[in-house]
């Protein structure tokens, strides 16, 4: 009974915390802070189907990129391969191998790598005449690169309590350009830098039925800068919560539905929060919708999975999802992610 009491006491805090981040999300805009946006778009069909809500929820190598410590439940070996088709044409891939060791925790790597297409380069030129006609100087095309390679490691303290954390090193490579130096003398400079960034979680099970709290902390990385403004990448702190509302109905059926709410703290942002939902009817199939606050656009995310296991170590998964575009300016980005564990 005490720890019933304290489990709800905790339960109370955090929703406390997550409604005062909604009341004071208008209180301070914080814009134009950070880089590499191209980090804050969600991987893993699972997780944005239902809003990206459910950091204290997701498991395997579908928590890489949301809470590391998730990492630590995943089957013995994991591969998994995401593809986001963003809005304007943009791509965004991941791919992720995982191996559980036991007691000595779980290890993963990962890439994820963005596709822009061909973009035309140009120059204001060496002189008035050279750049008179269009208004600028045709410099051909180049492909800019955004590259994210990673390790990941978890593992279990407890039964009831995990850690994780997750290094990469994030390179960006957008083409050259000319400058004209004190001495007079044209200067070529590529455009390129790289960094790590650090990215940490916990997941600690109550004890009250599934009650699940998550804290995380992403994209910790020193400031970078490219000539003279310098930037980071988008820090973000998470916390979250997610139960299995049909544990007060019937703690032992195979089905599940989850409710998950997460409160977001970005440093390029004011305050979001995220809550979704999940069925998933006897572990095949899954039906996932989710509502995003506070955002310009994509707030509302629908999805579906289905699992199919080969055996009893050998299961295949496929997620897809969708976040609507209420302005009507871009088409509904899709997320289809395939996973194999065994």
Do not use: C
């Amino acid at each position: 009974m005490r720890n019933q009491i304290k489990n709800t006491w905790t339960l109370i805090v955090m929703l406390t915390l997550a409604v005062n981040t909604v009341i004071h999300a208008g209180d301070l805009k914080k814009v134009a802070q950070s880089g590499m946006q191209y980090l804050k778009i969600g991987l893993d069909a699972q997780m944005v189907g239902r809003g990206e809500a459910g950091i204290s929820s997701v498991k395997g190598l579908s928590a890489l990129y949301w809470n590391p410590a998730g990492l630590a439940d995943m089957r013995k070996k994991e591969l998994s391969f995401s593809h986001n088709a963003w809005i304007a044409d943009i791509s965004l891939d991941a791919l992720a191998i995982g191996y559980n060791m036991g007691h000595l925790g779980a290890f993963s790597i990962d890439a994820v790598w963005v596709d822009y297409g061909e973009l035309l380069g140009t120059s204001v030129g060496h002189s008035i005449e050279e750049s008179s006609a269009q208004g600028y100087v045709d410099e051909g095309t180049f492909r800019p690169i955004d590259l994210a390679v990673g390790i990941g490691y978890a593992r279990k303290v407890s039964n009831q309590f995990s850690i994780g954390g997750h290094v990469r090193y994030l390179y960006e490579d957008y083409g050259s350009n000319v400058i004209v130096t004190t001495s007079g003398e044209n200067e070529t400079v590529q455009n390129t830098i790289g960094t790590l960034s650090f990215s940490l979680g916990t997941w600690y099970q109550t004890g009250f039925k599934s009650l699940a709290l998550s804290m995380t902390i992403q994209n910790f990385s020193p400031d970078i800068r490219y000539e003279y403004e310098s930037f980071s990448p988008p820090l973000t702190f998470k916390m979250g919560v997610s139960m299995d509302l049909l544990d007060f109905f019937n703690d032992k059926s195979r089905s599940r539905l989850l409710f998950a709410i997460d409160a977001i703290h970005p440093r390029d942002y004011t305050e979001r929060i995220n809550v979704g939902m999940e069925y998933d009817l006897l572990g095949i199939l899954q039906l996932r919708s989710g509502y995003r606050m506070n955002y310009d656009e994509g707030e509302l995310a629908f999805g579906g999975g289905v699992r199919y296991s080969m055996s009893d170590d050998t299961q295949l998964r496929l997620d897809m999802s969708y976040l609507t575009m209420a302005s009507g300016r871009f088409d509904w980005p899709m997320q289809i992610t395939a996973g194999l564990s065994f």
